[in-house]
C-alpha cells in the first residue's frame, strides 16, 4: 500500500532550523495536492503549506518567509524547510499527498489524501 514516511523531525532551540523530508512508497508525487501539516497538542491539525494542483503553492500567515516547501521529482521526495524556528511551531508535522488515478504526468486528482505518521518537531525557548 501507499506509504509516506516523514522523517528529519527532532528538537531545536528557538531561532533554529530543521528540513522535514517525506518519502514515498508506491505513490510517485505528481501534480496532484501536496504538502504538510501540523498538529500541536490540544489543537486542531493545520496546514503549515502546500504545493497545489495548479502548482500554487500557500503557507500558513504563521510560517511565510521562515518556512520553505519543495520537492525532488528524482527522489520522490517533499520537502519543508524550516527556518528561524519559534516555540509556537511545536507539532507533530504530517506530510500529505492526494490520491489519483491515471499516470503522475496526467493525473485525475481525487480529492483525498494519503498521510504519512508524522514527526515530532520540538522547539525549545
Known amino acids: 500500500q501507499v506509504q509516506l514516511v516523514e522523517s528529519g523531525g527532532g528538537s531545536v532551540q528557538a531561532g533554529g532550523s530543521l528540513k522535514l523530508s517525506c518519502t514515498a512508497s508506491r505513490y510517485t508525487f505528481s501534480t496532484c495536492g501536496r504538502g504538510w501539516y501540523r498538529q500541536a497538542p490540544g489543537k486542531e491539525r493545520e496546514m503549515v503549506s502546500t504545493?497545489?494542483?495548479?502548482?500554487?503553492?500557500i503557507y500558513a500567515d504563521s510560517v511565510k518567509g521562515r518556512f520553505t516547501i519543495s520537492q525532488d521529482n528524482s527522489k520522490n521526495t517533499l520537502y519543508l524547510e524550516m527556518n528561524s524556528l519559534k516555540s509556537e511551531d511545536t507539532a507533530v508535522y504530517y506530510c500529505?499527498?492526494?490520491?489519483?488515478?491515471?499516470?503522475?504526468?496526467?493525473?485525475?486528482?481525487?480529492?483525498?489524501?494519503?498521510w504519512g505518521q508524522g514527526t515530532q518537531v520540538t522547539v525549545s525557548s
Open positions: 500529505a499527498a492526494e490520491r489519483y488515478w491515471g499516470w503522475a504526468h496526467n493525473p485525475s486528482c481525487a480529492k483525498e489524501n494519503y
Open positions: 504545493i497545489n494542483s495548479d502548482g500554487r503553492i
